[in-house]
């Protein structure tokens, strides 16, 4: 560990606090949606509670020298569209299409953006753990891929379209610059003020009727944890580490969410599932460059 440099040590730990943050969100979203509250007022919770927050950082950047495309790269790709696209694929496709399609597309677009837009160098033992990575994603849920649905093409389209927002805001964030509390508080204030004026005036919110109880739990959880602390995190992982690299995190989603259902959820991982979490683990160690000399690791 000695050999490794110290600003991808840092960029490691912040990408693996993100993940294990985010694969906390099915199981935490959950323990609401199963009784009281609908996946729309947790995506309300989640920015009524960082717009607020983060209003005062938005407020003395602004945009800076971000122009309206890096704006909606960034809002799209980690905001409200994101959220909503993702939740209008399930209502079509089982969850566990989203755990395959949406990492193993954001991953792809993001090394293809890397490399297009932000002309970082992608070695052949990356591409190598790329590829295991999405193998590992695959075979995690491969017993879900039985599910089937008269329109899930639309749910899995959906998915795909996830992934590409995804990369885009890992994109946007390194090619403009933007420093991750200014790239959050964008993020948070512009999608409190696209998103909740619809919710309130459309529909029914149900964060006024929910116990007290689970409405605390899932702001903080969705507000505090999930924006935050862990797309704070993950933003400092690409600035760290570059795109490319920042964005193998979203891979360990997958594998992390299955090591916790089993102790929250009991519900424990089969060998096939296992194995999958080995190859996203190899994955990440060679693409990553954790497994050549100091001097080729650094970017």
Request: charged residues 10%.
């Amino acid at each position: 560990m000695s050999n490794i440099p110290r600003h991808l040590l840092k960029g490691i730990t912040f990408g693996v606090i993100a993940a294990i943050i985010w694969a906390m969100f099915p199981v935490v979203t959950r323990l609401s949606i199963d009784h009281t509250l609908s996946i729309w007022d947790v995506i309300a919770l989640r920015f009524l509670v960082a717009g607020p927050i983060l209003l005062p950082i938005f407020i003395r950047y602004k945009f800076n020298n971000i122009n309206p495309l890096g704006v909606t790269l960034l809002v799209c790709g980690a905001g409200a569209p994101y959220l909503m696209l993702a939740v209008g694929g399930l209502t079509y496709t089982p969850a566990s299409h989203f755990g395959i399609i949406v990492p193993s597309c954001m991953l792809i677009f993001s090394a293809i953006g890397s490399w297009y837009f932000l002309k970082e160098k992608i070695s052949l033992i990356r591409i190598a753990g790329v590829v295991a990575i999405i193998i590992g994603i695959i075979t995690i849920s491969w017993e879900g891929l039985t599910d089937k649905g008269q329109n899930i093409w639309i749910g899995d389209f959906l998915f795909i379209f996830g992934g590409l927002l995804w990369a885009s805001y890992t994109i946007a964030s390194r090619f403009w610059k933007v420093k991750p509390m200014h790239a959050i508080s964008i993020v948070s204030v512009v999608s409190m003020a696209i998103y909740l004026p619809p919710y309130f005036i459309f529909m029914e919110p149900g964060i006024f009727t929910a116990p007290i109880s689970e409405v605390l739990l899932q702001a903080f959880f969705q507000g505090v944890l999930s924006v935050l602390i862990a797309l704070l995190f993950y933003t400092r992982a690409v600035e760290l580490l570059g795109a490319s690299k920042g964005s193998l995190f979203a891979a360990l989603v997958p594998s992390f969410a299955l090591l916790l259902a089993y102790p929250v959820l009991n519900e424990a991982p089969t060998p096939l599932q296992l194995f999958g979490v080995l190859f996203v683990t190899t994955g990440m160690i060679m693409a990553l460059g954790l497994t050549v000399k100091k001097r080729q690791s650094v970017i």
